[in-house]
């Protein structure tokens, strides 16, 4: 129930690709989804963030759709470059309870080529 | 600029040793974390604190503990530790959920830590 669920675990795009990152959800209370970005060396920094009450949240070149009823989120990152190549972590949380812990994917590596 | 700081990047300890590890931030948060992170595991949480002295196991206490004397400042410490223990520790802090403004948490930049 408290679980998020993280795929793929490893991901290879060229340059300008459309990468997807995909995560899954079973408790229906989660009502805040952040996406995170860690670069190697560095602790992960929060990228773009999403609530239930919409579908599509974009900032810049990065893309959250947001799936209620099949409990599911995915990121996407449009033409994707060199420097988005990084470990990315989707979490949810209840923003109401329990001080609001962040519950982690897996995280997805990322390696975007040239 | 808003930060968490780890106080080492890298530290290498003996098994059996005991370890401390630091974290400090500077946003006033109530909310402070300790994870580990090992690859194809993630984030697993170890302990949190909402308060000053106020502390609560996360998923994986076991060998740990921690000590909040001051906001600001949230420690780590295992007892004795163990070769199964090298890991990246990553620290976060997080305002009350109250609070007026964005969510998330902030993260120290780790401590990897080597136990031989």
């Known amino acids: 129930q408290q679980q998020v669920k993280q795929s793929p675990q490893s991901l290879i795009v060229q340059k300008g690709g459309i990468p997807i990152i995909n995560c899954a959800y079973e408790?229906?209370?989660?009502?805040?989804f952040p996406w995170y970005q860690q670069f190697p060396g560095k602790g992960p920094a929060l990228l773009i963030a999403i609530r239930p009450d919409v579908s599509e949240k974009k900032e810049g070149r990065f893309t959250i759709s947001f799936n209620k009823s099949a409990k599911q989120f995915s990121l996407h990152i449009m033409d994707s470059q060199p420097g988005d190549s990084a470990t990315y972590f989707c979490a949810a949380s209840i923003e109401g309870g329990s001080q609001g812990n962040l519950i982690f994917g897996k995280g997805t590596k990322l390696s975007v080529k040239p | 600029d808003v930060k968490v700081t780890q106080s080492s990047r890298y530290l290498v300890k003996r098994t059996g040793e005991k370890v401390f590890l630091e974290c400090v931030q500077d946003m006033d948060h109530e909310n402070m974390f300790w994870y580990r992170q090992d690859p194809g595991l993630g984030l697993r949480l170890i302990y949190f604190s909402y308060d000053v002295k106020m502390k609560e196991k996360g998923d994986i206490p076991e060998g740990y503990s921690v000590s909040r004397e001051k906001k600001e400042r949230f420690s780590l410490i295992l007892e004795s530790a163990s070769t199964n223990q090298t890991s990246m520790y990553l620290c976060?802090?997080?305002?009350?959920?109250?609070?007026?403004?964005?969510?998330?948490?902030?993260f120290g930049s780790g401590t990897r830590l080597t136990v031989v």
């Open positions: 408790n229906t209370a989660f009502d805040y």
């Open positions: 976060a802090s997080s305002p009350n959920l109250g609070r007026v403004g964005s969510y998330g948490y902030t």
